[in-house]
């Protein structure tokens, strides 16, 4: 049962991806549409980080002893003056390393 509801959510993920995606196939979305999905990733995003961030043991903590917290800040810094990717996730990744450890 497991294998059958993985194997049915991977072909209707491919599906609904095949279809916006393949050139070939006149699937066109207006510009209102496509202006809609412009926000779903953003948000998408935002749901997946925002409760690792700010509730890391399932409480709000919002003090600067919070690594979580100190290393989005970080990365957020770091991505808007430098907009470098592969800078922005190594510095980030290992300042929180560094107070994850202490």
Known sequence: ?????????????????????????????????????????????TAIWAPIVFMPDQELWLTPS????????????IAWKTKNVLLTTFISMAIFLVLKLI
């Open 1 to 45: 049962m497991i294998m059958l509801s993985i194997l049915a959510m991977t072909v209707l993920v491919f599906v609904s991806r095949y279809l916006f995606l393949e050139p070939k196939l006149p699937l066109r979305l207006n510009a209102q549409a496509q202006r809609l999905l412009s926000y779903s990733s953003p948000a998408v995003l």
């Open 66 to 77: 919070n690594p979580y917290l100190i290393g989005a800040a970080v990365a957020a810094v």
